[in-house]
């Protein structure tokens, strides 16, 4: 079963113009630029190319990733001599479009549901809609019809525990909590029994978001691994990432954090809607080689939405 595959044939054309709606601020803020740039321009020149570079460091591609795009854009410029600037947004894509993470046919199977049930653990800092993007996930899985179950195992905030309460609540799936101050690993050890002998489909573990002690952080993700694999061998099966888009450079911060502490295997970027920093999601992707698997470009649960590279860029483009 493929993630949310029924909406994406019945509801591609809102789905479009919801992205194209998420990404606008981005699209302004980066084509003004490039816009203003060639103004008066017939070929790509010097003065065309330090734009493009200023307008990506702008959206936060981040330095190294809109270095690698000049020095490409720079090779073609010489390569082919009269390029037009008709033919630069052409060639921009293409290259933005290398840089990202991902199958280049678009989005394939997100999760391999054929592993049962499939243990996704959660992690990011505080403040970057981590619960709420649990939430959305679980509801659009349920709508599905997967068996959903979720561990509250972010146990050092009473309003975490709380939230992913009225989440599990919204989205009609079952919540497995404790106390309080409870040992994290705990929570999830209970969670994935719990999955195991409910015959549940997938399991979402929402963990705490502290990086105030790098080693604890670890020490803590290593520990609620292990004690996981003592009810399922192989989990968890995705370790995802959520990144807020709106915070710019802090999320590659945010980012290189937690590869070190633990194996990230996929991101979540959220409130792309809400910012012009869209650029983000390239620099992020392209820095750590870590697929997008999905992108929040609204408050409503259907905003949460698989990434797809190549949707991605014809929406930064259009």
């Known amino acids: 079963m493929g993630l949310f595959s029924r909406k994406n044939k019945q509801d591609a054309p809102e789905q479009g113009k919801a992205l194209d709606e998420g990404l606008s601020k981005t699209r302004k803020s980066f084509f003004d630029k490039v816009s203003h740039a060639l103004m008066g321009k017939s070929v790509v020149d010097a003065d065309v190319l330090d734009s493009i570079e200023e307008a990506l460091i702008a959206s936060d591609v981040g330095a190294d990733t809109t ?13 082919d001599k009269y390029m037009g600037s008709d033919e630069l947004n052409l060639i921009l894509c293409e290259e933005i479009e290398d840089m990202l993470c991902g199958d280049a046919e678009g989005p394939s199977e997100l999760f391999d549901f054929s592993k049962k049930p499939y243990v996704i653990m959660v992690v990011g800092v505080n403040g970057v809609g981590k619960t709420t993007t649990i939430g959305k996930l679980a509801a659009q899985l349920k709508n599905e019809g997967l068996k959903v179950v979720l561990g509250a195992a972010d146990t050092f905030r009473a309003a975490a525990v709380d939230q992913l309460t009225v989440w599990a609540g919204r989205a009609g799936v079952e919540i497995v909590k404790q106390q309080m101050g409870s040992d994290p690993a705990s929570v999830a050890f209970d969670t994935v029994k719990s999955a195991v002998a409910k015959d ?78 869209g650029g983000v999601v390239i620099g992020i992707s392209d820095q750590f080689r870590i697929p997008i698997k999905l992108i929040g470009v609204g408050e409503k ?17 259009k």
Do not use: C, W, Y
């Open 200 to 277: 549940a489909d997938v399991v979402i573990i929402d963990t705490a978001g502290r990086l105030h002690n790098k080693v604890n952080l670890m020490n803590e993700l290593t520990k609620i691994r292990n004690v996981m694999r003592k009810v399922i061998p192989d989990a968890p099966h995705q370790v995802m990432l959520v990144i807020d888009g709106s915070t710019g450079q802090n999320g590659f911060n945010q980012a290189k954090e937690f590869t070190k502490a633990t194996d990230v295997t996929s991101l979540a970027v959220t409130k792309l809607d809400g910012t012009a920093k």
């Open 301 to 317: 649960i259907e905003d949460l939405r698989p990434f797809d590279k190549k949707e991605f860029i014809e929406s930064l483009f």
């Open 67 to 79: 270095m690698k795009i000049i020095e490409r854009l720079e090779d073609r410029v010489a390569r």
